[in-house]
């Protein structure tokens, strides 16, 4: 069984920066495929970004494309979300999850949630 612990979130201005972090308890990490999805009020939960095992490759959703950086510090076993000019609708409850075997964008890919932290973004 892997755990996965999100933190560091919390309320951030429009046009703001937030980072956070989702720690893993998996013995062999870096086999590991990572993604960070989310869900806003009254809508269903989506992709916002992945990583592959060893960082190389990278994908985003097209809504935070060129503002949110996916990276991954496997020593520490780390998986981090940079967030920057941050917009009202990026609130949601952002969910890392993992998956040792499916690179993909759709939920039902990863076998491994944390539960979750809350971003909110104000005006």
């Avoid at 985003?60 to 076993?77: L, M």
């Avoid at 999850?97 to 979750?116: E, K, L, P, R, V």
Wanted: charged share 20%; net charge neutral.
């Amino acid at each position: 069984q892997v755990h996965l612990v999100e933190s560091g979130g919390g309320l951030v201005q429009a046009g703001g920066s937030l980072r956070i972090s989702c720690v893993s308890s998996a013995r062999f990490f870096s086999t590991w495929n990572m993604a960070w999805f989310r869900r806003s009020p009254g809508k269903e939960r989506e992709f916002v970004a992945r990583i592959d095992g060893n960082g190389d490759n990278t994908d985003y959703a097209d809504s935070v494309k060129d503002r949110f950086t996916i990276s991954r510090d496997n020593a520490r076993k780390v998986v981090f979300l940079q967030m920057n000019s941050m917009k009202l609708e990026d609130t949601a409850v952002y969910y890392c999850a993992t998956s040792n075997w499916n690179w993909d964008t759709s939920a039902s890919a990863y076998s491994h949630w944390g539960q979750g932290t809350q971003v909110t973004v104000s005006s």
